[in-house]
């Protein structure tokens, strides 16, 4: 099994966050991205949101930081560990704009750009940006299209029901031959949405239960990836049985990448606790 971070500090989500994540700094989102790149886990995650309506912010949580700078600054302070976006919503931007920023990325992190992506749920914000909202699914899907024909090609060109381009350069495009894309969103439509037009599939607010549920109903592609969290906290130096045993539910369920969601009251119990979940997960 793989692991990833869900990045502390960058988010605040409630219920799921520390209170001391409150006054983290990018110093300490830089030591759990080199402690995890350290011990191996596979890539972590930044999440975007240009605005949550205030209303909201007791259920979506308020604190989102940009991913291409946060993911920038890191890349800089790791060597292996890849970057995935969690989510980059579609209708937000035009696939050439996420092929160059994020082509840009993949170059000067050496090829660690992962593309988590999805159709959005936050119809203020889609307002915000004056993004349409109702054919937010389809114009979707055009994108994934759209972003296929793009990445690593320096003279992209796509013709679809949304999105036309061609003739012109993008440099610098993604290094990576083929870079990953994951869809993420919290039904079985996204999931079908990842099988046919995309690499994997990370939902959240999914159950492992409900996602082996899912996943037995579609067909999957070839190495495709599954990434998703325990249904509650890893506490690997205190339960090192059942962190096991949550590994091995994920596992059964089709999950390829455990996300690592702990207990923790401080950055050194975060960064301990992300040492002990590598040292169960390479003893199952």
């Excluded at 110093?27 to 999440?47: F, P, Q, W």
């Excluded at 060597?79 to 996420?98: C, D, K, M, N, W």
């Excluded at 915000?128 to 793009?150: E, H, I, K, T, V």
């Amino acid at each position: 099994m793989k692991l990833s971070v869900g990045t502390p500090v960058v988010s605040m989500l409630p219920g799921a966050s520390g209170e001391w994540e409150r006054s983290g700094t990018i110093a300490d989102v830089a030591r759990i991205a080199e402690t995890a790149d350290h011990l191996g886990y596979s890539h972590l995650t930044c999440s975007e949101h240009i605005g949550v309506p205030a209303d909201q912010a007791a259920r979506r949580g308020a604190r989102y930081w940009d991913p291409l700078a946060t993911f920038g600054y890191l890349a800089a302070r790791t060597e292996r560990i890849r970057f995935a976006t969690a989510v980059l919503v579609l209708g937000y931007h035009h696939p050439l704009e996420i092929a160059k920023r994020y082509g840009t990325l993949d170059l000067v992190s050496n090829g660690r750009v992962v593309l988590g992506v999805g159709v959005g749920t936050l119809k203020e914000e889609f307002d915000l940006l004056g993004a349409p909202f109702a054919d937010r699914g389809r114009r979707g899907d055009d994108a994934l299209r759209a972003l296929r024909a793009s990445l690593s090609r320096p003279e992209p060109s796509y013709s679809g029901e949304y999105y036309d381009f061609g003739g012109l350069i993008v440099d610098p495009c993604a290094v990576q031959p083929h870079v990953p894309i994951w869809v993420g969103g919290q039904t079985l439509l996204s999931l079908r949405r990842a099988a046919t037009l995309a690499d994997g599939w990370t939902p959240f607010n999914v159950t492992p239960q409900q996602a082996q549920e899912w996943l037995a109903q579609v067909e999957l592609p070839a190495d495709f990836t599954v990434g998703l969290g325990p249904s509650t906290p890893f506490d690997p130096i205190d339960e090192p049985g059942a962190t096991a045993d949550a590994l091995g539910e994920l596992a059964a369920a089709g999950v390829t990448v455990a996300s690592a969601r702990f207990v923790h009251s401080s950055l050194e119990q975060y960064l301990d606790q992300l040492e002990a979940l590598a040292a169960v997960n390479a003893d199952l």
